[in-house]
């Protein structure tokens, strides 16, 4: 008798890297086993809502909602509209965890977006029977934030988990370790539902995790050197080196992090014991423990290169002609020693006459900014670096590949990819014929595994497209997870 399918709910949606994963393409008449029953995608603030239509063009609008998540989760009777489902997926928006952001701006848990982990907990907590398997995909630099508290942001999400009876993997991956053609590092975080922990008419049997999560052996298998019977999904996708500790931890409480290193590597476990004996023979009852260390990939596959996903003929308007703008290009992507002043200390530096210059110290600081690349922030060094730390700081940035190298995976691709304008982390590279180019949105689809045109519809620009490409997922993780996902969400013992 064939396996009932596996039914996805899946969030923050973007334009279905998730569901082209587990599901493939939705002209191909293979079956593998998996079924989205539900998906939402929103963007607030934008009209257009490309993403959503994208994917209601791609797969259908039957099942599919481009409503506010809050709306099912605020009040909690609105999970009960989310149909049943064994896996929950979804890759929650990382603005405020990214790198994208200063230090300064980092908001974490306590942004607009962090704060969306919110609705995936109530969902979760809320859902009757509660979902097998939750996965879910961040920026690795959730391990690590905020800056003030380092970890604490990913403890809290882990603590949440923990409580609703759940064992928690994560696993930071770089798409490019394991052959495909972007080097995209994510945080992937699996959350199996446990049946030792809550009532069986919420988290009924079998556990979907590391059965015996505390005895080293058996987790170093589940994590790092395990087979398809002994290993996690990640493990058995994503082969690694590296050891755990001799023993297991407890996971901080949330008032002790601070600026210190982050307790966690790019590899854990976390559970929920039921009872622990301390050294002094005391025993404790139902503590938070955790295993975690820093492993590297175990891969000598095939690997793809940014060369590899280029289109035999692109469009001319990609092209760069002049040689001033590619002189920007250069400049952008160049090794800089330079100086900021913030906006709020202009009255400050404007305050400051440098009489031998005729100009003070705001004019001088905005005509360096005006041409960064001449010979300015050398001149003035002394001057700005009279007024360190009071008006002035540093702003140093190290050198980028200038042109981008074809013979290797491609950086990676940001949401403002698409833009005319020099930029430090746009791509930039050059032809066998000397011909100097952007990158155009058919080949970003490709760095990250989508077919050809997955984002062109009517009326959408090539910005937007990128923009969607910077904000998806590299399908081609999610493709290598389905088998190991799929044994594990048919376990019935």
């Not at 998996?34 to 603030?45: A, D, K, T």
């Not at 407890?250 to 966690?264: H, I, V």
């Not at 001057?383 to 002035?392: K, N, P, Q, S």
């Not at 009517?458 to 910077?470: K, T, V, Y």
Request: net charge negative; aromatic share 10%.
């Amino acid at each position: 008798m064939a396996n009932s399918p596996i039914r996805v709910a899946e969030m923050f949606a973007g334009v279905g890297g998730f569901r082209l994963g587990l599901e493939g393409h939705p002209d191909s008449d293979e079956d593998t086993g998996f079924r989205v029953v539900w998906s939402n995608q929103w963007e607030p603030g934008e009209r257009a809502q490309w993403a959503s239509r994208i994917y209601e063009e791609r797969f259908g609008s039957d099942g599919h909602s481009n409503d506010s998540i809050h709306d099912f989760t605020s009040p909690k009777d609105g999970v009960a509209d989310i149909p049943d489902h064994d896996l929950l997926v979804g890759g929650f928006p990382c603005q405020d965890y990214s790198v994208a952001r200063t230090v300064s701006g980092e908001l974490g848990i306590k942004g607009e977006k962090g704060k969306l982990w919110v609705d995936i907990a109530r969902i979760i907590r809320h859902k009757r029977p509660r979902p097998k398997v939750v996965l879910l995909e961040n920026v690795p630099r959730l391990l690590n934030s905020p800056a003030n508290a380092r970890g604490l942001n990913f403890a809290i999400i882990l603590n949440d988990l923990l409580r609703m009876s759940y064992h928690v993997e994560w696993r930071v991956i770089n798409a490019a370790d394991y052959g495909m053609p972007q080097q995209r590092k994510r945080v992937f975080i699996f959350a199996y539902r446990n049946s030792n922990y809550g009532t069986p008419d919420i988290n009924g049997k079998p556990n979907f995790g590391c059965k015996k999560a505390g005895i080293r052996s058996t987790i170093q298998k589940w994590l790092i050197g395990g087979d398809e019977e002994t290993g996690s999904p990640m493990s058995t996708s994503f082969p690694c080196e590296g050891e755990l500790p001799i023993k297991a931890q407890f996971l901080p409480e949330l008032d002790t992090f601070d600026k210190g290193n982050s307790p966690f590597g790019n590899v854990g476990y976390a559970w929920k014991k039921k009872k622990h004996t301390m050294p002094d023979g005391s025993a404790i009852t139902d503590v938070n423990m955790f295993w975690t260390t820093k492993v590297k990939a175990d891969y000598e596959g095939e690997r793809r290169t940014l060369g590899d996903v280029l289109v035999d003929e692109h469009d001319p308007s990609y092209e760069i002609e002049c040689e001033d703008e590619l002189h920007e290009w250069m400049y952008a992507k160049s090794e800089k020693k330079e100086f900021r002043i913030r906006r709020e200390d202009r009255e400050r530096a404007e305050a400051i006459e440098v009489p031998e210059w005729e100009r003070n110290l705001w004019e001088i600081y905005r005509m360096c900014l005006g041409e960064p690349d001449s010979d300015g922030w050398d001149i003035y060094r002394d001057l700005f670096t009279e007024h360190l730390g009071d008006i002035c700081y540093k702003y140093e940035e190290g050198q980028i590949a200038y042109p981008d190298l074809l013979d290797r995976p491609s950086r990676t691709v940001v949401t403002s990819e698409i833009g005319r304008s020099a930029s430090r982390m746009r791509h930039l590279i050059r032809m066998d014929d000397g011909i100097w180019r952007r990158l155009m949105p058919i080949e970003l689809e490709r760095l990250n595994m989508f077919p050809d045109d997955w984002t062109l519809i009517d009326g959408i620009s090539d910005s937007r497209r990128g923009f969607l490409m910077g904000n998806a997922l590299v399908v081609g993780v999610i493709e290598r997870l389905r088998g190991p996902l799929s044994r594990i969400l048919q376990r019935s013992d």
